[in-house]
């Protein structure tokens, strides 16, 4: 009996035991970490023209602009790499622009599946009169599916906003967020020699529409969008009469009325403008007690309030507001070299960002308020870096050499609304041009071409 | 008996016993300023960084047509994916109940499970009441479920092949940009066999988006064969599997 007994409990034992074994390590887990993240492949043909002039040389033109304008919205998207069209499998103008056999004459899914396409676009329009018809698609090429499909009319001079209306279908088509298409910036530009005159630009974030908005015959630096982007402050050396001096004075530009009003006109500087989200409060430097120090004002240029002193004499300068609101990065020589510094938005625990470099200066929040753009200098030269608001993740973003070998200087970035591409003002080309390029180098493209310098550019918030 | 030397030394004692006295009441009774630390400035004297090499991008020109698809030497995946559907295995009937030996022990192995299952609930809890308390109470990778008896060499064998699972798939895992600022996650169960050949991956949990679960099998496939499972794991893989969470 004794010995059955210990048969049974030896069982059992074992048969606890495997139970265990098995319940436990089938609860084996492993995060796979963060993904590689790749441009999809994309097929972009030209619009198909569908009307009845073929020969109508204004109608083929005005579908190669509508075509020119889609197509680098989608490439500054950076979600993409475009096919070549010379390795495509069938030739667009001889099939339609839907899939067989559903639509005579249509497409083959199969041949743009043997070239690895992720997505194809293919588009049609017409001009009836002074209106562009565009009808198109954009298929996902590995589930055969339509992913958005839509009619557009707007008039022939239109095209630019017709093209920036798809992209951003396209975009919330993708991610459930518009892109940055309706956006502009602004800049200040040189008008002559070097030494010369600056007056404030505004222009679409591709360069076209470009538009004067100061005329004040002197130096105009330093612009800055409301959060709203309906206003830019913008500091200009304006000449006061009485002292027959001229005193760098902080004007606010209504772009809907054209209105312009000098807002702070302090002794000494009054430029480096931020705008606090709601637009009734802005932050800016002042140098009225002798040292530039970040104040708090209203848009009305009243209830000024201090929010660095010092210490010892330090520079406090190009207060930067983060999205929420909440935090401002600034930079600051107060521990010696130039730094970028992170305070609370009433000035309180300030910190150091960055400790690399010799000189950082110009810094810019992502529009999510993880990641901070600056300008650091290093040996010779001035780069476009990022970090994170945490202090780490430092990467650099640009190291263009001039034509004669020299490095080139990479200043003053600021982020797309979307987050996508940062703008910055480099002198690679010998003049000091607009650039832009994404958050994580690639795709560097200048955005200005001509023989002008421009400097601090600032890139709109959302605008539609 | 007080001679010249005497007497000097007795007046150097007395002078170094009134200096030590003065140092410690002035180090103890006349109040200093506290050494203030809090304007001390950090310096680190570094460099900043190049630029990084772009990440390896498709290139423009799309690869030459390919005629077939490579054959895969593993075993092929289950082409239909089902949920993950725990059904209970049916308790086998054993109709020669002759004797109440053979019945004592099912019973007993009932309890015994039954107390088992108290005992898995109740660390269960207490695991999840640990996690909580932390700041950062996110699942972390190459981790084992509390109360596993793995230990030692053992342990160590298994945390390595947990690493080599984790980077291989990693490897094999990219994401469209348009999907990256998506916070997509999805869980698959991947059973393995002795050689490391995966004989089928289930989406456990979908994250709702064809194209990153579409992805995320994609990574699986890519990575078989997976490297061989330590002896002690070999069965449990084939048959319960793993759990791979991708975040995104």
Redesign the interface.
């Known amino acids: 009996m004794k010995t ?1 007994l210990n048969a ?1 409990l030896l ?2 034992g074992l ?2 035991a495997s ?23 994309l097929a972009l043909p030209p619009l198909q023209y569908v009307g009845t002039q073929t020969t109508n040389l204004k109608h083929i033109e005005a579908g190669q602009n509508l075509f020119g304008v889609i197509k680098n919205n989608l490439d500054v ?3 993409f ?4 069209p010379a ?1 495509y ?1 069938e030739d667009p103008n001889k099939v339609g622009i839907k899939p067989a056999p559903g639509a005579p004459n249509g497409f083959s899914f199969a041949k743009w599946k ?5 997505f194809l676009i293919r588009g049609a329009y017409q001009v009836i009169g002074n209106e562009t018809n565009l009808e198109i698609y954009v298929y ?1 090429v ?2 055969a599916k339509v992913i958005l499909g839509k009619m557009y009319k707007a008039p022939v001079t239109e095209y630019r906003r017709l093209a920036h209306t798809f992209a951003n279908d396209l975009s919330v088509a ?4 518009k892109g940055m298409y309706f956006s502009k910036i602004v800049a200040s530009r040189q008008m002559g020699r070097v030494g010369g005159n600056k007056e404030i630009f505004v222009m679409d974030w591709d360069g076209a529409n470009l538009k004067q908005i100061s005329s004040h015959s002197s130096i105009s630096i330093s612009p800055a969008w409301s959060t709203k982007g309906d206003k830019i402050a913008y500091t200009a050396f304006a000449f006061h009469k009485a002292q027959k001096t001229r005193n760098p004075d902080l004007f606010i530009y209504d772009l809907r009325t054209g209105r312009r009003q000098l807002v702070s006109y302090r002794k000494g500087m009054n430029s480096g403008a931020a705008f606090i989200p709601g637009d009734s409060h802005l932050l800016l430097t002042l140098s009225q007690r002798g040292n530039p120090d970040i104040y708090k004002m209203s848009a009305s240029g009243v209830d000024l309030v201090a929010l660095t002193n010092g ?1 010892n004499r330090a520079m406090n300068v190009e207060p930067a507001v983060s999205p929420d609101g909440r935090r401002v990065a600034f930079s600051s020589d107060r ?2 070299n130039p730094k970028i510094y992170i305070m609370n938005i009433d000035g309180s625990s300030p910190r ?1 960002l960055t ?3 010799k000189y950082n200066s110009s810094p810019a929040w992502s529009p999510d308020g993880k990641t901070i753009a600056f300008a ?1 200098y ?1 040996k010779d030269h001035f ?1 476009i ?1 990022t970090i994170s608001v945490e202090g780490g993740n ?6 263009a050499r001039k034509p004669n070998g020299r490095a080139s200087n990479n200043e003053s970035p600021s982020w797309s609304p979307d987050g996508r591409n940062i703008l910055f003002s480099s002198d690679r080309t010998g003049k000091t041009q607009l650039y832009i390029v994404s958050p ?3 795709n560097e493209r200048p955005i200005t071409r001509d023989s002008y310098n421009w400097e601090k550019p600032k890139w709109s918030p959302f605008l539609d | 008996m007080t001679d010249p030397f005497s007497r000097n030394i007795a007046v150097s004692l007395g002078l170094h016993g009134a200096l030590v006295l003065i140092v410690f009441f002035q180090a103890t009774l006349i109040p200093r300023h506290p050494l203030d630390l809090r304007n001390a400035i950090r310096v680190d004297v570094v460099d900043l960084p190049r630029k990084l090499e772009a990440l390896p991008e498709p290139a423009s020109e799309p690869p030459a047509p390919t005629p077939a698809p490579p054959v895969a030497e593993a075993p092929p995946p289950d082409p239909t994916p089902k949920p993950s559907v725990e059904t209970k295995t049916k308790p086998q009937e054993r109709p020669d109940l002759k004797n109440a030996q053979s019945a004592a022990l099912n019973k007993l192995k009932r309890l015994s499970a039954l107390e088992r299952m108290k005992q898995q609930v109740q660390e269960k809890k207490t695991a999840e009441a640990a996690r909580a308390a932390k700041p950062d109470n996110v699942v972390r990778g190459n981790q084992v479920s509390a109360g596993n008896s793995l230990s030692g060499l053992e342990r160590i064998d298994f945390d390595r092949y947990l690493d080599e699972l984790k980077v291989k798939v990693n490897s094999n895992l990219s994401v469209p940009q348009w999907l990256a600022e998506s916070d997509l996650r999805a869980q698959v169960v991947v059973q393995i066999d002795d050689r490391g050949f995966v004989i089928k991956r289930t989406i456990k949990k979908s994250s709702n988006n064809e194209v990153f679960d579409a992805k995320v099998l994609e990574a699986i496939d890519a990575s078989s064969p997976m490297p061989p499972p330590p002896a002690r794991l070999r069965g449990v893989l084939a048959t319960s599997g793993i759990t791979f969470n991708f975040p995104n």
């Open positions: 059955k049974v069982m059992l048969f606890v139970q265990t074994v098995t319940a436990q390590e089938s609860q084996i887990f492993i995060d796979v970490g963060t993904a590689q993240v790749k441009r999809s492949l998207s950076n979600f790499t475009f096919i070549n390795a499998l043997t070239l690895s396409t992720d996902h590995p589930t993708l991610t459930g967020k210490p521990a010696g150091p400790f690399a470099g650091g290093e780069d870096f430092l990467k650099r973003l640009t190291d994580d180098g690639s």
